[in-house]
């Protein structure tokens, strides 16, 4: 029997296979981890947004409080869509002007009492104070961070007006009150005599953009993304709600005075200036050093009270 022929060495191992790409498989699972990732994204975005934009609170009873400066009545007011807006006024010397009062998000007009007892004595003006709508014990439930608000504005505008008839007034708005004066501004017309805008942000984009800092990169870009992108579908008026432009309603001849606190970074002072450059040949811009937001009143309350008090004393002389 003949011998077997010799296998060769080379032939005594198979071939490696080749390398395969990803499997379908695996290119499934990836996508399929990324739309869960993109739609809890978008979830969360959407839920923040939304709680953003509903009461923060039950709505609460706010009962007018004992102050130094006189008896303080409770009012409802009528907004033009049919919402009521909880109020208190105090009556003030005759030929006083009368400030009108708007808080900051989250609060309700008790927050404004402080402000008040700063000014009050040194005018003797008549005061009103409101809750904006989806605050405290006025009604509704959903807040576009001011702009709906105006017409809770024009409301106490023209109950000051039947009130007092022929006396100045005054919109005295901080943060949120005064976007919401801001808004109110082209409609109120030459009803108000003067406006007072303490922490004003310049448009809601912004604004989104100034909260998201707190977040660490990428997140911070990341939640604003979504957020902007649930805006479209909760605020479909985003681009109305903007007070650097809604500033314009404001007619030439009625004075601006723009608040910002220098370490404000929720309402940088970079926003103010963009707000104040619209109404340049009539307004205003005063800058409190070390002041964050909503806090000028306190850091100073000495140059807050001088700053309001000779623009308004300033204002009515003017207008006279």
Known sequence: MEDAEPI???AATPASPPRRRPTYRRVRRG????????????AISFCV???????????????????????MEQHRLLASDGLRIGAWYAEGRAEAPALLFLHGSGASRAQCLGRAALLRPEIGCALMFIT???????????????????????AAVDFLGARRPGRPIFVVGASLGSAAATFAAAELGEK??????????RD??????????????????????????????????????????AIAGVPDDVPVLI????????????????????????????VFPGARHNELAVVDPDRYTRTIVAFV????????
Request: proline fraction near 7%; include cysteine; charge should be negative.
């Open 31 to 42: 996508l399929v981890a990324f739309a869960v990732l993109l739609a809890a994204w978008m």
């Open 132 to 154: 904006l709508r989806a605050h405290g014990d006025s009604d509704g439930d959903y807040d576009d961070i001011g702009y709906g608000a105006r017409r809770d504005v024009v």
């Open 8 to 10: 060769p060495s080379h």
């Open 192 to 201: 108000v005599d003067g406006y007072v805008l303490e922490s004003p942000y």
């Open 204 to 245: 809601l984009k912004t604004a989104v953009w100034n909260r998201t800092q707190v977040l660490p990169a990428p997140l911070d870009r990341a939640a604003y993304l979504g957020l902007r992108l649930a805006a479209f579908v909760l605020l479909p008026h985003l681009d109305a709600i903007s007070p650097v432009r």
């Open 259 to 286: 608040l910002a606190g220098g370490s404000d970074d929720l309402a940088t002072v970079a926003e103010a200036e963009a707000i104040h450059e619209r109404v340049r040949t009539h307004g205003r811009l005063e």
């Open 313 to 320: 004393a300033g204002a009515c002389r003017d207008r006279r």
């Open 49 to 71: 947004a939304s709680r953003l934009t509903r009461r923060m609170q039950p709505a609460i009873p706010e009962t007018a409080p004992e102050v130094a400066w006189g008896p």
